[in-house]
């Protein structure tokens, strides 16, 4: 591993070749598996992912907004991008962009036909969302009817898969919800593909669908936050290995005596002899100010270093007291031994948020296979 000079996200495509066979070994060979790359890969470098994901061999891309897909095509990407969240005002470029939308309400699928009609499309592929218990987009299973006579009527427009999101497939507890949202979409889907004469591919699981349902698998899977390194779940973690690892470096050290105090605010007072640690990293790169005040610790030479007073925008202070070490050492944020889960954790907060919430301000530094 290079040692940080600057405040930098690795990202470790190593790493997410391991995480891609160990997801892709939990469902059968015939299964696709498409690869979630929104928000920048979850705070990484969205087209340094997908090639990667591409040459490994995903078999589609999942992006959220309209401009993540095309800044996707035009370095590159080939492989079919389904954009999760679209808006009308988008369509035209979505198809110039030879991206698939999810068509999530009436409004939106008439909406996407009348404009694949206007550009003369013939069966452009569009991906049909279901609701079954999320309750955040998608149709209900009282709108298929609609849905049926829609596609029945125009040529303009094909389903190349229909979806739908678990709420909970990461909690045990929710067991039962869950298999009630998995029968669901079966039942729904039955009812939509009856009078199709073509067979769309089906999906309901995310990583943790994966991990807990496997047979639930239909004919795809998609996957996000397990191909970077994280499987909400004590027992799957370990197997993953982590992508992103947030590095800084000291760049000033400070001994002090009782009585102290450090940063905005005078918050930390130190209570005896002590040494206090500066970092270029602050709130502006993503570690925001709920870090402070101890409730976070990054690791220096393999030693817990709490994170003390007020988390400021381009710095913050570390203890280092007891911990060898001088400027220009390395730092870990989180990622690598110290795991982001805990961070995300000591912040009220989970590890996609996290990850997701690095700034583009900081360097990405990927490390090849
Ligand atoms: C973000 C997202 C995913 C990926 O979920 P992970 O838990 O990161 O695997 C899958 N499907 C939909 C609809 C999403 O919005």
């Known amino acids: ?10 990202i470790d495509l190593g790493n997410l070749a391991h995480n891609y066979h160990f997801l892709r070994s939990k469902i059968d060979k015939d299964v696709k598996f498409l690869s979630v790359v929104k928000a920048h890969a979850y705070g990484s470098d969205s087209v340094v992912i997908a090639k990667k994901l591409q040459e490994l061999g995903t078999d589609y891309f999942a992006v959220a907004y309209v401009e993540e897909g095309i800044r996707l095509r035009e370095n590159g990407i080939i492989k079919p991008i389904l954009v999760l969240h679209p808006q009308f005002t988008h369509f035209e470029e979505i198809i110039e962009h030879c991206l698939e939308p999810n068509l999530y309400s009436e409004k939106i699928l008439r909406s996407f036909i009348s404009t694949a009609e206007k550009l003369n499309q013939k069966n452009y592929p569009v991906h049909i969302k ?13 709108e298929i009817p609609k ?7 125009t ?20 067991r039962d919800f869950t298999v009630g949202q998995i029968d669901l979409f079966r039942k729904m889907t039955w009812e939509l593909v009856a009078d199709l004469n073509y067979e769309p591919i089906l999906h309901i699981c995310n990583t943790s669908g994966v991990i807990n349902y496997p047979k639930a698998a239909f004919s795809m ?3 996000g936050i397990g191909l970077y390194g994280f499987g909400n779940d004590k027992t799957v973690d370990p197997q993953l290995k982590p992508v992103v690892t947030l590095k800084t470096i000291i760049s000033q050290i400070r001994k002090l005596d009782k009585g102290a105090t450090v940063g905005y605010n005078r918050v930390y007072k130190v209570e005896g002899p002590s040494r206090i640690a500066t970092l270029p990293i602050g709130h502006a790169d993503g570690i925001n100010r ?25 710095i913050i202070m570390i203890d280092v007291t007891g911990i060898e070490c001088e400027e220009g050492d390395e730092v870990i944020v989180f990622g690598g031994p110290q795991h982001a889960v805990k961070f995300a954790e000591a912040g009220g907060t989970i590890s996609y948020e996290l990850i997701t919430g690095v700034q583009r301000r900081v360097t990405r530094k990927v490390i090849p296979e």
Not at 1 to 10: G, I, Q, R, S, Y
Not at 155 to 174: P, R, V
């Open 221 to 223: 899977v998609r996957s």
């Open 155 to 174: 040529s303009t427009i094909k389903i190349a898969s229909i979806f739908s999101h678990l709420a909970a497939s990461d909690d045990w507890q929710e």
């Open 1 to 10: 591993m290079p040692e940080a000079k600057e405040t930098v996200l690795e």
């Open 290 to 314: 709920i870090y402070g005040k101890q409730k976070a610790g990054v690791i220096v030479n393999g030693k817990y270093a709490p994170i003390v007073g007020n988390v400021c925008m381009d």
């Open 130 to 142: 279901f609701n079954t218990g999320l309750n955040r987009l998608g149709f209900d299973q009282p």
């Open 147 to 153: 849905i049926r006579e829609l596609i029945k009527n």
